[in-house]
């Protein structure tokens, strides 16, 4: 393999990938467990309960809960981490000094790039180092909250600085609701709802974990090879 560019941030996203497929034995024990412990409950009082918006509650195991937010964290820090060494990557090769230098995340579009004489974000973390186009391709990139900020790089950021992984899991019927679990009840087969393993806050809030941090990894990826160009360096396999 010939020298690539940003190779180091590329070899974090390549990390944090890993860190999303080694949390399937983990999800895959969870919904086992779920299965064998789903007992006795008849339909009809399953479909009243459903009803009245009580779902049955399923307490996770805490060691499975524990792989899994492991494995959410450590992707998220390693994709979080890639975009920081592209950011220092990008003002080293534009020729600007490359301490402090971070990927600018703000709240808003105006607090990213500094408004009313307001140092930006994008000053604070040393990207104005940056040459001019890239700097124009992180504003573009709308790293920031809001509406129309974007949803996977803001998200990883939020995901990132989280304290506890665990308390934002949750397993959830329907696409939504958090499962609870009654114990000693059983869901028939004909009546139980599919099951999902799901963020429980934040900007990812009732979307499946694996599926949401794979579309961050497209996002960070997507965010290389823009830069890529920016450099006009060819991007090697």
Known sequence: MSAELFHTARVKVRRGRHHIAEMMPA???IFRQHNAQMVGL????????????IVPELPIQERHLD?????VGDAAHNLRAALDLMAVEAVERSGGKTDRVQFPFGETHEQLTGVGGK???IEQ???NWARKDAVELLINLRPHGGADGN??????????IVDKHQDIIALAHDRSRPAIYFKGARVPSATAAPL????ASGVFKNEEILKA?????????RALDMFCAVFDYKISD
């Open 196 to 199: 999902r393993l799901v963020f």
């Open 119 to 121: 140092r930006g974000v």
């Open 27 to 29: 999800v895959d024990a």
């Open 213 to 221: 941090l794979n579309m961050v990894a497209d996002e960070v990826e």
């Open 67 to 71: 792989e899994v937010a492991c494995c």
């Open 42 to 53: 008849s339909a009809s009082v399953w479909a009243k309960r459903l009803h009245r918006g």
């Open 151 to 160: 949803r996977l790089l803001w998200g990883l950021h939020k995901l990132d």
């Open 125 to 127: 973390h040393r990207f």
